[in-house]
């Protein structure tokens, strides 16, 4: 169990997002949040590559700062529609766009975590496949008036009024909301058997 792997250290996640807070809090880790200033540029990189550099990035500003007993967790989450990254909307004309986009199609979440200290970390992503209902103008005119779609990449939150756009989605529902607990899991129990921690 993840909170069992954890209990000897100070888990510090490294991202402002108030879901992965909500996400540590569901699975018994205490956390302090401490918010990286790096950029996140979108580049014609592989997404994969992107999210974990992005991850390791933040990751590294963060345990920059950090002693031996602390675990830094840092993660990004990209959308992919068409080979297209989709970010976070700019501003409301540009969620409706991505939103129109995304209507009655099927899409790619890829969230990169990188997660351990300074010297020792280790990076991974995980891949969703969701399925957009055909969704009006007035849909989702309405849905980007919530406010909801401003801060998330893609312009959706799958938790909150975006769950009623969401026809299938095929693999890990934690990493849509942004990080993926099980291949989170999978790291930390690589990284043990290694014992780097």
Do not use: W
Not at 142 to 161: L, R
């Amino acid at each position: 169990m993840i909170d069992k792997i954890l209990k000897d250290y100070n888990v510090i996640l490294a991202s402002a997002s108030p879901r992965r807070k909500e996400i540590f809090s569901l699975i018994g880790i205490t956390c302090e949040v401490v918010v990286s200033d790096v950029a996140e540029p979108i580049t014609d990189e592989d997404p994969a590559l992107q999210s974990m550099r992005h991850a390791r990035n933040k990751h590294n500003e963060v345990a920059a700062g950090c002693d031996e007993n602390d675990i830094v967790v840092s993660a990004d989450t990209i959308v992919v529609l068409d080979g297209a990254i989709l970010g976070k909307p700019r501003d409301t004309r540009e969620a409706i766009s991505y939103l129109q986009r995304l209507s009655g199609n099927t899409h790619t979440v890829i969230t990169g975590i990188c997660v351990g200290t300074l010297q020792n970390h280790r990076c991974a992503y995980e891949s969703t496949q969701v399925m957009f209902s055909q969704l009006c103008s007035t849909e989702i005119e309405h849905y980007v008036a919530t406010g909801e779609p401003m801060d998330k990449a893609g312009a959706y939150g799958i938790q909150g009024f975006g769950s009623q756009f969401i026809r299938r989605i095929e693999g890990c529902y934690f990493n849509v909301m942004g990080f993926p607990v099980r291949r989170f899991y999978d790291t930390l129990l690589a990284m043990k058997q290694e014992d780097i921690i």
